[in-house]
Antibody
Framework: QLQLQESGPGLVKPSETLSLTCTVSGGSISSSGYYWGWIRQSPGKGLEWIGHIYYDGGADYIPSLKSRVTISLDASKNQFSLILRSVTAADTAIYYC??????????WGQGTLVTVSS | DIVMTQSPDSLAVSLGERATINCKSSQSVLYRSNNKNYLAWYQQKPGQPPKLLIYWASTRESGVPDRFTGSGSGTDFTLTISSLQGEDVAVYYCQQYLTTPLTFGGGTKVEIK
């Protein structure tokens, strides 16, 4: 059974870099046909797709964050990561990682709350 | 970007009654070359991640009860819960996946009347 688990700091200072990792178990991130992505949900708000990456390393990002975000994968650890630079309070959210099939999310991690505050 | 608009924002339905949630996209999410609507529905319960219910607008994910039905085509879609159960209390989201950026509706909160 596929499982995803986010990990990383729960508190990041303004202007610094948010870094999260998603560890995948029960399946390989090197399998063709799947993308691996990140979504965030601000407190009490809806869902925002951040971006995703394919097993060959090709990535796509939401334009509003493209200048600040990088998604990468480490096949040897069966993990993929999110880096968001120069964060502000507006980046405070629950961050979810997920597996994407045909561009819909068929598996999700439990999510991790990241607060941006000094 | 394709904007997804859901209605209503919330609804209260009696146990055993029907709940209907609407989702409208700002442009068609029907891909004519394969005649598929690139539309998914998710259920999110408090403190949990979203869970995939429906994809291709009407295909139920494995394990999803058959009281959940997705319908519609082009720009107008509906999620119907035929007989509301207590465990269906949640927020429901639609998502288009025809093009990036992938976009979600604002959500519809379903409660028990």
């Amino acid at each position: 059974q596929l499982q995803l688990q986010e990990s990383g700091p729960g508190l990041v200072k303004p202007s610094e870099t948010l870094s999260l990792t998603c560890t995948v178990s029960g399946g390989s991130i090197s399998s063709s046909g799947y993308y691996w992505g990140w979504i965030r949900q601000s407190p009490g708000k809806g869902l925002e797709w951040i971006g995703h990456i394919y097993y060959d390393g090709g990535a796509d990002y939401i334009p509003s964050l493209k200048s600040r975000v990088t998604i990468s994968l480490d096949a040897s650890k069966n993990q993929f990561s999110l880096i968001l630079r120069s964060v502000t309070a507006a980046d405070t959210a629950i961050y979810y990682c997920g597996r994407i099939l045909s561009y819909y999310f068929d598996h999700w991690g439990q999510g991790t709350l990241v607060t941006v505050s000094s | 970007d394709i904007v997804m608009t859901q209605s209503p924002d919330s609804l209260a339905v009696s146990l055993g009654e029907r709940a209907t949630i609407n989702c409208k996209s700002s442009q068609s999410v029907l891909y004519r070359s394969n005649n598929k609507n690139y539309l998914a529905w998710y259920q999110q319960k408090p403190g949990q991640p979203p869970k995939l219910l429906i994809y291709w607008a009407s295909t139920r994910e494995s394990g999803v009860p058959d009281r959940f039905t997705g319908s519609g085509s082009g720009t107008d879609f509906t999620l119907t819960i035929s007989s509301l159960q207590g465990e269906d209390v949640a927020v429901y989201y639609c998502q288009q996946y025809l093009t990036t950026p992938l976009t979600f509706g604002g959500g519809t909160k379903v409660e028990i009347k």
